[in-house]
């Protein structure tokens, strides 16, 4: 669990978990665009933590305390009560993969997607 992740709907946004040493408690550390821009680049961003538990070392879940911010699309919830909520994701091999199916790819398996995609010509009509 612990490393850097790839959130593609926040490109170049800080997705970070670091566990203590006994590997079942931690930080999620983010950051977000002030504009409110999806992507992070350059200055402006706004930085944030939010506290994650796991049931043991090698567990297959984690538990990640939101607040006020949903995790997944950082838009503000609806605060009923004002409490933090627990969202618990899933290890899929590769990545976390949220409730909402949005998943955040650990870096060391990220695979950038191509760039260099070939222009059709459009054909001239005779």
Same mark, same amino acid.
């Given at each position: 669990?612990?490393?850097?992740?790839?959130?593609?709907?926040?490109?170049?946004?800080?997705?970070?978990?670091?566990?203590?040493?006994? %590997?079942?408690?931690?930080? &999620?550390?983010?950051?977000?665009?002030?504009? /409110?821009?999806?992507?992070?680049? =350059? #200055?402006?961003?706004?930085?944030?933590?939010?506290?994650?538990?796991?049931?043991?070392?090698?567990?297959?879940?984690?538990?990640?305390?939101?607040?006020?911010?949903?995790?997944?699309?950082?838009?503000?919830?609806?605060?009923?009560? %004002?409490?933090?909520?627990? &969202?618990?994701?899933?290890?899929?091999?590769? /990545?976390?993969?949220?409730?909402? =199916? #949005?998943?955040?790819?650990?870096?060391?398996?990220?695979?950038?997607?191509?760039?260099?995609?070939?222009?059709?010509?459009?054909?001239?009509?005779?």
């Amino acid at each position: 669990w612990s490393g850097a992740y790839v959130d593609a709907a926040h490109p170049g946004c800080k997705r970070e978990i670091v566990l203590s040493f006994g %590997g079942t408690n931690g930080k &999620l550390y983010g950051e977000d665009n002030l504009s /409110g821009a999806a992507e992070c680049s =350059g #200055s402006g961003a706004k930085r944030w933590d939010l506290k994650v538990r796991l049931e043991d070392p090698n567990a297959d879940s984690i538990a990640i305390e939101e607040l006020l911010i949903s995790l997944t699309t950082r838009k503000r919830k609806d605060a009923k009560t %004002g409490k933090a909520e627990t &969202l618990s994701a899933r290890w899929d091999g590769t /990545g976390i993969l949220f409730p909402d =199916g #949005s998943k955040w790819v650990k870096k060391e398996f990220y695979v950038p997607p191509e760039t260099d995609i070939p222009v059709m010509k459009q054909q001239q009509l005779r």
